[in-house]
């Protein structure tokens, strides 16, 4: 009878032993939350793309379309803490430059447009941000055109050296807008290896004879592109806004998006959407749809 019973015993243990650790699997696998939580930044290129006099447009003026998509991302973000629970709130959103511009005033101006929400939030909070963000944006392009000091687009040093530190933060859906013409120059960031750059320029893309329907060719062959400027951005998504190639080269926008993609893919960006300057109206529902995160 004990002999039995050990033997049962026995083929009990090994049937256990030798099940798929099914539970252990669950486990490993940490519940992801962040997407109830948002952390939006919207990085501004205050070059002279923005200058009317220089970049008319006479059905919206480029730095009027950045107002309306900067509106549209404000939308999208209030949307979202309307549609949470107070106590479950902790979302933000700021803006930056790169570099900053010489106007002791922007500073001031991007305070007031870092705003965030917590379980303290209140119908009011919500009321000044909206009221921010649809007067103060305008008055930071304003005062870059009545400046006239452009200066120019560092996107590639705030991908360096700011954007671990700025716009992702742990526990969060972490998205940068960034509103571009697509060209990335700076004098103080221009630089090369072998054939890759910190830049990209429409004086760039014609020395590099990328003129043809064959640029992908070359660009791989070539390994053209941007110099990597982070190692690992899997927990941000990037949405670009508002590329805008010069007249003369029919491939320009498709080879300043390949030089963006390559770039993203580099440095480990996997949820990315980069978009030509079009009217506010065309891409405001493009820009909701990011933020919701929905398909």
Same mark, same amino acid.
């Given at each position: 009878?004990?002999?039995?019973?050990?033997?049962?015993?026995?083929?009990?243990?090994?049937?256990?032993?030798?099940? +798929?650790?099914?539970?252990?699997?669950?486990?490993?696998?940490?519940?992801?939350?962040?997407?109830?939580?948002?952390?939006?930044?919207?990085? /501004? #290129?205050?070059?002279?793309?923005?200058?009317?006099?220089?970049?008319?447009?006479?059905?919206?003026?480029?730095?009027?379309?950045?107002?309306?998509?900067?509106?549209?991302?404000?939308?999208?973000?209030? %949307?979202?803490?309307?549609?949470?629970?107070?106590?479950?709130?902790?979302?933000?959103?700021?803006?930056?430059?790169?570099?900053?511009?010489?106007?002791?005033?922007?500073? #001031?101006?991007?305070?007031?447009?870092?705003?965030?929400?917590?379980?303290?939030?209140?119908?009011?909070?919500?009321?000044?941000?909206?009221?921010?963000?649809?007067?103060?944006?305008?008055?930071?392009?304003?005062?870059? *055109?009545?400046?006239?000091?452009?200066? &120019?687009?560092?996107?590639?040093?705030?991908?360096?050296?700011?954007?671990?530190?700025?716009?992702?933060?742990?526990?969060?859906?972490?998205?940068?807008?960034?509103?571009?013409?697509?060209? *990335?120059?700076?004098?103080?960031?221009?630089?090369?290896?072998?054939?890759?750059?910190?830049?990209?320029? +429409?004086?760039? /893309?014609?020395?590099?004879?990328?003129?043809?329907?064959?640029?992908?060719?070359?660009?791989?062959?070539?390994?053209?592109?941007?110099?990597?400027?982070?190692?690992?951005?899997?927990?941000?998504?990037?949405?670009?806004? &508002?590329?805008?190639?010069?007249?003369?080269?029919?491939?320009?926008?498709?080879?300043?998006?390949?030089?963006?993609?390559?770039?993203?893919?580099?440095?480990?960006?996997?949820?990315?959407? *980069?978009?030509?300057? %079009?009217?506010?109206?065309?891409?405001?529902?493009?820009?909701?749809?990011?933020?919701? &995160?929905?398909?």
């Amino acid at each position: 009878m004990k002999k039995i019973f050990y033997l049962v015993i026995a083929s009990f243990l090994f049937i256990q032993c030798g099940k +798929p650790k099914e539970k252990l699997l669950v486990q490993s696998a940490p519940v992801n939350n962040s997407s109830k939580n948002l952390n939006i930044s919207v990085l /501004i #290129d205050l070059s002279d793309r923005i200058d009317p006099e220089k970049n008319p447009n006479p059905t919206m003026e480029y730095f009027q379309r950045d107002v309306e998509y900067i509106k549209a991302i404000d939308k999208g973000f209030l %949307d979202h803490i309307k549609g949470k629970k107070v106590i479950q709130l902790d979302d933000q959103m700021q803006v930056f430059f790169n570099p900053e511009p010489s106007d002791p005033k922007m500073n #001031d101006l991007t305070k007031k447009l870092k705003v965030s929400f917590d379980k303290n939030t209140t119908k009011d909070n919500i009321n000044l941000v909206e009221n921010q963000y649809s007067t103060l944006p305008l008055q930071i392009y304003q005062s870059a *055109i009545k400046d006239k000091q452009y200066v &120019g687009s560092d996107i590639w040093e705030f991908f360096k050296n700011k954007v671990n530190d700025y716009c992702i933060k742990d526990n969060h859906r972490n998205i940068l807008f960034i509103l571009t013409d697509g060209y *990335i120059y700076h004098k103080d960031s221009k630089f090369s290896e072998g054939k890759k750059t910190s830049y990209v320029t +429409p004086e760039l /893309i014609k020395s590099l004879k990328l003129t043809s329907s064959d640029f992908k060719t070359k660009i791989q062959d070539g390994n053209l592109g941007f110099i990597k400027a982070n190692d690992d951005l899997e927990n941000l998504e990037v949405i670009v806004l &508002g590329i805008n190639p010069v007249k003369g080269n029919p491939f320009e926008a498709d080879i300043i998006k390949e030089y963006w993609e390559n770039w993203f893919k580099e440095m480990k960006i996997k949820n990315y959407q *980069i978009k030509s300057a %079009d009217l506010p109206s065309n891409l405001e529902p493009i820009i909701l749809k990011a933020i919701t &995160g929905k398909n």
